[in-house]
């Protein structure tokens, strides 16, 4: 049995028998697409071998960096989108306490360039008021409005407070390697760099320079982290159903899609796993969604949502499928006190596991739903160690690669991104837009 344990052998109401088998012929040309090169978007494929093919001096620097920045910063401003924000802050609320925060010893992780909300960046500007503080700046392309609109706002108060000499040794620039706006500047400032491979999308790119830096600020370990992304990539390289649960995985929601089931829900019954769905849902969205087809990725966190999406997911419309991300081992765990005159009728419960209590939720949920007529499938993962994460990592990268060539697009674009952009910079009178902007604003 592989590290993580897929299973699917709630589906049987849902999926015949022959059904899978039936997909080896398609999962074998996905894989000959994903492996060797010959499908759509076979440029964006590197993150394929980069948990065994990365760049090893890049990733001590990124320890380096990571030491100073806890030694001379209370705070790392990590500024980034969609793929340069959302792989960081899953890992990190994956990796820690549920209430995390090393402003004591070393430095507090916290984001910003990942909306356009003026109070938001206003409220952080307080927050980190008068502490020492770097910044991180995170874009492949270097032109992304929202980053870049932070980074100008945090850039002058740096400069304001240590002068422009030491705040070029405070700022980290993580984008392409040659190109771009980010690029050019940090080369002319000095700034530390580090680099998007050509060959990494956005939403593939956690496992470089991305991710691993603001993780390692965080303190959590990168090496196990690539080693359980390298187990997996060894793990995961079969084509043949019977022997690779990932590509298992990614024909199984191909089936279910094709007989109408075109929402898949990521569930998590640990609240720090909210993020890990938010990552997931552009790993999957932006790969699969294109040519007016494909599964629409939401999220549900449980138990909590139970309580408020869990009618409709009993009882409403019956285009839903979901896949469980279960934590096998909790990292905590807490026996129930007894309670004399039992008034809140729990005593049955009275020194059992919490977890044991959430593990018969979630049992008690997937044979409801089952029964409500949902698919359930689960990714059990052991417990929630940086090995087990840099492991699901890959599990959910390598999946949709070949569910995305399963159903027929090439999952490693986004061409329909640019169209709100486009609006958007109309409206915004951008040089270049203007005519674009006059026809928008006769709609408006
Ligand atoms: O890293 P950047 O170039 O700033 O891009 C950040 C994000 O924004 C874009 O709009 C894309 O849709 C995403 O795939 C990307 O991850």
Do not use: C
């Not at 849902?14 to 994903?34: G, I, K, P, R, Y």
């Not at 925060?101 to 980190?128: K, P």
Request: proline residues 3%.
């Amino acid at each position: 049995m592989a590290y993580l344990n897929f299973d699917s052998s709630k589906l049987t109401k849902f999926v015949h028998d022959n059904e899978l088998a039936e997909m080896q012929a398609m999962v074998n040309a996905a894989d000959s697409e994903l492996r060797n090169g010959t499908g759509a978007g076979s440029d964006f494929r590197d993150w394929l071998d980069l948990p065994t093919n990365y760049d090893h001096e890049e990733f001590d620097r990124i320890k380096k960096a990571a030491a100073k920045i806890n030694q001379d910063s209370k705070y790392l401003i990590t500024i980034g989108i969609g793929g340069s924000y959302l792989g960081a802050q899953m890992a990190l609320d994956f990796l820690h306490n549920n209430f995390y925060t090393r402003e004591e010893e070393t430095t507090q992780v916290v984001f910003a360039g990942n909306s356009l909300s003026s109070t938001y960046l206003q409220d952080l500007i307080e927050l980190v008021g008068d502490a020492d503080f770097s910044i991180n700046i995170i874009s492949k392309s270097g032109t992304t409005t929202e980053p870049a609109v932070a980074f100008r706002v945090f850039k002058e108060i740096l400069i304001a407070k240590y002068g422009e000499e030491e705040a070029n040794k405070r700022i980290y620039a993580t984008t392409d390697a040659n190109r771009g706006a980010l690029k050019e500047e940090a080369d002319a400032n000095g700034w530390e760099t580090f680099v998007i491979p050509d060959g990494v999308g956005g939403r593939f790119s956690v496992l470089t320079a991305v991710g691993l830096l603001p993780i390692a600020v965080s303190g959590a370990d990168i090496d196990e982290l690539m080693k359980g992304a390298r187990d997996a990539q060894n793990e995961y390289v079969d084509a043949d159903l019977t022997k690779n649960e990932a590509y298992q995985y990614a024909a199984l929601r191909n089936i279910l899609y094709r007989k109408g089931f075109t929402t898949e829900l990521l569930e998590n019954y640990e609240p720090n796993m909210r993020m890990f769905s938010e990552w997931w849902k552009q790993l999957m969205g932006e790969s699969e969604g294109k040519d007016q087809k494909g599964i629409y990725p939401s999220s549900a966190n449980f138990t909590t949502d139970l309580h408020s999406l869990g009618q409709y997911i009993q009882e409403g419309l019956r285009n839903l499928f979901e896949t469980v991300v279960k934590v096998d081992k909790p990292t905590k765990d807490i026996k129930i006190p007894s309670q004399e005159g039992n008034l809140d009728g729990l005593e049955y419960l009275q020194g059992k596991s919490m977890d044991w209590v959430n593990t018969k939720a979630y049992e008690g949920v997937v044979l409801a739903h089952t029964d409500g007529g949902v698919p359930v499938m689960t990714v059990h993962i052991p417990d929630q160690s940086a090995y087990t994460l840099g492991y699901t990592i890959y599990f959910f990268e390598v999946a949709v690669g070949i569910s995305g060539y399963l159903n027929g697009i090439n999952p490693f674009n986004q061409p329909g991104v640019e169209a709100y952009k486009t609006n958007m910079f109309g409206l915004l009178g951008k040089p270049g837009y203007e005519e674009i902007g006059k026809k928008l604003n006769d709609q408006l």
